[in-house]
């Protein structure tokens, strides 16, 4: 299951995180955002050989924790975006479709005119349609 997912522009400054948790955990999932966006860092600056090329965008599992797994995306213009899951075994194939459909939203979301560039994303449509992904995702169908 999605606890959390996260848009955080180049400048790592958040854009968009939506918890979709009954508890009052927000606080614990900014700080497991916030951790992975080192790992980011160190994956983009200091690549490895048998790591994937740079112009993948998919950057897999960052890391995980006792709870949750945290899985990373780096779009052309260096916005990142996160999934926490409680999920022990979701596939790699499954991740990328999910981050390719959560960037897809993220491109309409900013096209909108009345976007304004390096802002939060406020949008009540990409909430909706964020929020469909995710639950299409958790129940395991492609929609």
């Not at 994303?121 to 639950?135: D, G, L, Q």
């Amino acid at each position: 299951m999605v606890v959390c997912v996260a848009v955080v522009g180049h400048q790592n400054n958040p854009l968009y995180l939506q918890s979709f948790t009954e508890a009052d955990d927000s606080l614990k999932l900014h700080h497991v955002v916030h951790c992975s966006l080192d790992v980011i860092d160190e994956r983009v600056n200091n690549p490895k050989r048998n790591s994937p090329a740079l112009n993948e965008t998919f950057l897999g599992l960052l890391y995980p924790t006792e709870n949750y797994k945290v899985y990373g995306y780096l779009t052309n213009t260096k916005v990142k975006f996160i999934m926490v899951t409680t999920d022990l075994d979701v596939k790699d194939a499954d991740a990328r479709n999910f981050f390719r459909k959560f960037h897809a939203a993220y491109v309409d979301a900013v096209s909108n005119p009345f976007h304004v560039p390096g802002k939060k994303i406020a949008s009540r449509s990409f909430s909706a349609r964020v929020s469909t992904i995710v639950k299409s995702f958790s129940s395991g169908t492609t929609a």
